[in-house]
């Protein structure tokens, strides 16, 4: 979806104004240590994805999630989550009480499950039985879409023309996962000059942009 | 989104405080699980371990290309694997290519590597302007690129992650690795900046 999320080539923001390395702490407030860890912690409940939850925070008025600090929107997806999974009630949000039982049989990871899920990981890649449509060197075009769903295809690159550099596998399709059908795709690191994106008038460089397979035709019209 | 951080409303404060007791009291969290996710990313994993493999990479000729072919296994050769960094892949700086890696949708970041990315990183600024205006970004955090060197914006939307490999300062070809991992900046691996030259270390 072209959510406020989706945030290539938008203007009008202003200078990046970093705050220098060696001054800046990871977290900036106890309760952004706090949110963060609770994401993470409920995230380990395999009730969601991470694409689900990276859609939970896009599906906000783009208002809001450009108005909101980088954790608040994680705590509003958080939140959402928890609602739509019935793992709390609204109610039991705005009171902040426990009024009901989630009903569900859950495991719940103490310290060193937590430790163990996060240095172990969750590899995206799977073996698929059909093998990649594009190589390297092909030229490719990211079709346009206009869908409230999630989707890792930015705005800023659709309907633009590409060069395939490279084939990763078959990643998790974030499109389907988000929709809890963690089918798998192939996926290209394609190379789009800036010309191509931003016009005659941009500085010279090139962009390149992890997509898969769904999201692209082949120019020469074998691809679709 | 916001970057000012110092006047947050005290809702929110409320909100993320009220939503933990909610959560423990459910026992749908333990609290020591909390305490062991944060003090993972507080105090374990972070850019130094970046910081690590670069100078590796510039003191080891097959340590190199090991990292250029499977960062992930390499990273992992060293003890560093987990959440976000399953997928990783070493980008080099060269006299010809500087690289840069954004994640123009939400915040990917290469976390085994490089610990939680900054404010700057996940902020529209950054987002919006990396992969639009480069070169003007990297002047804004004191990098200025030759004319001639080509830029290459990485923008992270699928679970590969990227790690820039700065180019060696001049002046330290008898360094060790330990010397040489004070001058790989976390701001050189998202590729905003170069390595520190030698004189700007602090004594």
């Known amino acids: 979806m072209r959510g406020g999320h989706d945030l290539g080539g938008r203007q009008g923001f202003g200078p990046v104004n970093p705050e220098p390395e060696s001054e800046e702490p990871i977290f900036h407030d106890e309760w952004e240590r706090r949110v963060f860890a609770l994401t993470m912690a409920t995230g380990m409940l395999g009730q969601w994805n991470i694409d689900q939850s990276r859609h939970a925070r896009e599906r906000q008025h783009p208002v809001a999630y450009l108005e909101q600090s980088y954790y608040e929107n994680w705590l509003a997806g958080t939140e959402k989550l928890l609602i739509e999974t019935g793992l709390i009630s609204e109610g039991e949000l705005r009171s902040g009480a426990a009024t009901e039982k989630c009903g569900k049989e859950l495991r719940i990871p103490d310290a060193e499950a937590a430790r163990k899920i996060l240095t172990s990981g969750g590899p995206a890649a799977r073996e698929i039985e059909n093998p990649p449509r594009f190589a390297a060197g092909n030229e490719v075009i990211v079709k346009r879409r206009h869908t409230l769903r999630h989707t890792r295809a930015p705005d800023y690159a659709q309907g633009c023309r590409g060069l395939v550099r490279e084939h990763h596998g078959a990643h998790i399709f974030p499109d389907a996962n988000c929709d809890g059908e963690p089918v798998a795709h192939h996926l290209y690191s394609v190379e789009f000059p800036s010309r191509e994106l931003w016009g005659g008038g941009a500085e010279p460089f090139d962009v390149l942009i992890d997509l898969w397979e769904p999201y692209l035709t082949l120019v020469d019209g074998n691809g679709e | ?203």
């Open chain 2, 1 to 203: 989104m916001s970057s000012d951080h110092s006047h947050l409303p005290s809702e929110t404060e409320l909100r993320a405080k009220a939503l933990e007791s909610l959560l423990v009291e459910k026992g749908l969290v333990k609290p020591e699980a909390l305490d062991a996710i944060i003090e993972t990313y507080q105090d374990k994993v972070g850019p130094r371990n970046g910081a690590h493999l670069v100078a590796l990479a510039w003191t080891d000729a097959e340590f190199r290309q090991r990292l250029l072919a499977d960062a992930s296994a390499a990273a992992a050769e060293m003890g560093y694997f987990g959440r976000q960094g399953e997928h990783l892949k070493a980008v080099e700086n060269t006299p010809e290519i500087h690289n840069l890696v954004v994640c123009t949708l939400c915040s990917c970041y290469p976390w085994t590597v490089l610990g939680l990315p900054p404010v700057w990183y996940k902020s529209a600024p950054y987002r919006s302007r990396a992969v639009s205006e480069p070169r003007s970004v990297l002047a804004e955090f004191g990098a200025e690129l030759p004319e001639e060197v080509r830029i290459r914006v990485w923008d992270s939307t699928s679970e590969m992650r990227y790690l820039v490999v700065p180019m060696r300062p001049a002046g330290t070809e008898d360094w060790s690795v330990e010397q040489l991992q004070r001058l790989v900046t976390r701001n050189a691996m998202i590729g905003v900046e170069q390595a520190l030259a030698p004189e700007r270390l602090a004594p």
